[in-house]
């Protein structure tokens, strides 16, 4: 059975700061994993995705994750933070060898940006 | 690509009324997703098409809901008596394979 878990529902950081949001899944397969992000009264917008090539993925706007298979881990981070990055990120697994509708989305965490 | 559209963007309307959502996908696309997002339970899956198929409905909260894919650029889910409780953001999203979807901005609905 798949699931997600997205350990803090809130993190807040100063602009300029890293950021690490986390994420901790468990599959019964050869999982995909992706990030993405919900701006206030947006739709969502992938971020970035593994799906078993390189573990270390790079995003859209400086974010990029880890797959860390031992952890079962897929954290996202960022060097330094911009006030645009403030926005909920939801964390998502799907099994690549069964149906579309296992695709499990985490609780999401909302990232606040202090100036 | 225009991306996922969806309309109305915001719906207010009384308890009991029927509401219909539309969603026309991404060109191409052959999977088509529909979620509902609340506070309290976060991002829900309601139901996929897999080139215009009903595959999984198993999310759809009860028989007040439905949806329908008459062909490959349309979707529609409708709510029929609509209740308060209802009230949600509703996400239309597709995508060409299993996993990376692509989000349409949202219908807001509001049962009064």
């Known amino acids: 059975a798949q699931s997600v878990t997205q350990l803090d529902s809130h993190v807040s950081v100063s602009e300029g700061t890293p950021v690490l949001l986390r994420c901790n899944y468990s599959?019964?397969?050869?999982?995909?994993l992706f990030w993405y992000v919900q701006h206030p009264n947006k739709g969502l917008q992938l971020l970035l995705k593994y799906t078993s090539a390189a573990t270390l993925v790079k995003g859209i706007n400086g974010f990029e994750a880890e797959f860390k298979k031992s952890e079962t881990s897929f954290h996202l981070t960022k060097p330094s933070a911009h006030m645009s990055d403030a926005a909920e990120y939801f964390c998502?697994?799907?099994?690549?060898?069964?149906?579309?509708?296992?695709?499990?989305f985490g609780s999401g965490t909302r990232l606040s940006i202090r100036p | 690509d225009a991306g996922v559209i969806q309309s109305p963007r915001h719906e207010v309307t009384e308890m009991g009324q029927e509401v219909t959502l539309r969603c026309k996908p991404i060109s191409g696309h052959d999977y088509l997703f529909w979620y509902r997002q609340t506070m309290m339970r976060g991002l829900e899956l309601l139901i996929y098409f897999n080139n215009n198929v009903p595959i999984d409905d198993s999310g759809m909260p009860e028989d007040r809901f439905s949806a329908k894919m008459p062909n490959a650029s349309f979707s529609t889910l409708k709510i029929q008596p609509s209740e308060p409780r209802d009230s949600a953001v509703y996400f239309c999203?597709?995508?060409?394979?299993?996993?990376?979807?692509?989000f349409g901005p949202g219908t807001r609905l509001t049962v009064l």
């Open positions: 999203a597709s995508s060409l394979r299993p996993g990376t979807q692509y």
């Open positions: 998502v697994v799907s099994d690549q060898d069964s149906s579309a509708s296992k695709i499990i």
């Open positions: 599959s019964s397969y050869s999982p995909s």
